[in-house]
């Protein structure tokens, strides 16, 4: 058996900036919002790893993940600092700013991955965001429900549809912790409901194609089938993805499979062989559930 991965020239890779978050969602951990890691002072590892990554492969996706990145005051700088026509940026954010904080922001290439989260989120103002920056960047409405907020969500979803957003909309299955293994019980209908619906009225997007098993549909169903446990497979994990922690430290992936590549800010070197997966904990990360992999 085995996953390929359908762009070999690109590495994706994950920079865990910060972990201060204005939301306090009941399924996040304090890893992702406590605060007890800042914003960097220096982008100085980060740029190096970006260029070593570019020695070996075409194109670089760099996500970027919180904490709520945008409360980073260089936040937008450092994308634009980073952006060319070989480095495409993602980043997570809850769209919690203020509406003038995003009518400030000039258009940037780049995916906004704009997630509602219930407990937290004011439905009128997320809706509101997505329609100021729709035209500013590749806008991603990711829709985390579970079955208490279900009916909720889709209310939201479908209020993005009638107002024909230029965005992409999302709905997905939680897990009952976001770094855990299990994912919130649902019915057959909320099942069916989740894997059938995805809205994509977009105008732009990156200038290279990323992995196609990448969609939203695709990953819903390895969610449903539970097929996303890969322990002894062989793995892609530190060639095709690269995972940088709060404090530093590099990872092949989310797991840490194989262990510290080292840290951005002292050395680190990244592998040139594919690694045999030693964990037993399932990989529900999107952007690592397609990486190339066989067994």
């Known amino acids: 058996m085995e996953i390929i991965n359908s762009n070999p020239d690109c590495c994706i890779v994950s920079l865990f900036v910060h972990n201060v978050c204005n939301f306090n969602c009941s399924y996040c951990s304090d890893e992702h919002r406590d605060g007890s890691y800042r914003w960097p002072t220096k982008w100085d590892g980060y740029l190096d790893l970006i260029d070593e990554i570019k020695e070996k492969k075409k194109y670089v996706y760099v996500q970027i993940l919180g904490g709520e990145p945008t409360l980073w005051p260089k936040f937008h700088d450092f994308i634009d600092y980073i952006?060319?026509?070989?480095t495409y940026i993602e980043y997570a954010t809850n769209g919690s700013r203020t509406k003038r904080y995003w009518e400030s922001l000039p258009k940037h290439?780049?995916?906004a991955l704009f997630s509602w989260h219930h407990e937290e989120v004011d439905d009128?103002?997320?809706?509101?965001?997505?329609?100021?920056?729709?035209?500013?960047?590749?806008?991603?409405?990711t829709f985390l429900l579970t079955p208490d907020n279900y009916e909720r969500g889709r209310e939201v979803y479908y209020k993005i549809v009638e107002?024909?957003?230029?965005?992409?909309?999302?709905?997905?299955?939680?897990?009952?912790?976001?770094?855990?293994?299990?994912y919130f019980e649902y019915t057959s209908e909320q099942k069916n409901w989740i894997q059938s619906h995805y809205w994509n009225n977009t105008q732009s997007g990156p200038n290279f194609v990323l992995p196609l098993e990448c969609s939203a549909g695709k990953l819903s169903e390895m969610i449903v089938a539970e097929n996303y446990w890969f322990q002894n497979w062989k793995c892609h994990a530190g060639i095709d993805r690269i995972f940088v922690e709060l404090d530093g430290e590099v990872y092949r992936c989310t797991k840490r499979?194989?262990?510290s590549l080292g840290n951005i800010n002292t050395y680190f070197e990244l592998p040139k062989d594919p690694i045999v997966c030693d964990t037993h904990k399932p990989c529900t990360c999107r952007l690592e559930t397609v990486l190339t992999k066989w067994t």
């Open 109 to 111: 290439t780049a995916t």
């Open 83 to 86: 952006s060319d026509d070989r």
């Open 163 to 182: 107002r024909k957003l230029r965005v992409e909309a999302i709905p997905k299955f939680t897990r009952v912790v976001i770094d855990g293994p299990d």
């Open 257 to 259: 499979v194989g262990g």
């Open 124 to 141: 009128d103002h997320y809706l509101d965001v997505l329609e100021i920056m729709q035209d500013k960047a590749t806008c991603v409405a």
